[in-house]
């Protein structure tokens, strides 16, 4: 198992960037491909982004393509999502997860949040308009 803390939320407004974090610790951390999840108020948790194990493949949703990037520092054992141009829309806790399931499956199912085993605790991203 792998424990894993984010950070770097907040509030800012529409157009502005963040940074999160992710730190983990436990299992090996460059062992598991890993992914961003959002959930807004009385909505379900949806794929924002995931990331290989070493970092040479990454996946985006279509509504955050070409303002978020996902990457990760496996010396330093932490994952990142730099997000930028932010809407009101992005507003949502976000979670980052490890992937826990068949890593030969990974390119298959990177948005399947079923397939993360390992989650952190979420941190809180508010976009005013």
């Known amino acids: 198992q792998v424990q894993l803390v984010e950070s770097g939320g907040g509030l800012v407004q529409a157009g502005g960037s963040l940074r999160l974090s992710c730190a983990a610790s436990g299992r090996t951390f460059s062992n598991s491909a890993m992914g961003w999840f959002r959930q807004a108020p009385g909505k379900e948790r949806e794929f924002v982004a995931a990331?290989?194990?070493?970092?040479?493949?990454?996946y985006y949703s279509d509504s955050v393509k070409g303002r978020f990037t996902i990457s990760r520092d496996n010396a330093k054992n932490t994952l990142y999502l730099q997000m930028n141009m932010l809407k009101p829309e992005d507003t949502a806790v976000y979670y980052c997860a490890a992937y826990t399931s068949n890593s030969l499956i990974w390119r298959a199912t990177y948005g399947n949040a079923g397939r993360y085993g390992d989650w952190g605790q979420g941190t809180q991203v508010t976009v005013s308009s």
């Open positions: 990331i290989s194990r070493i970092g040479d493949i990454t």
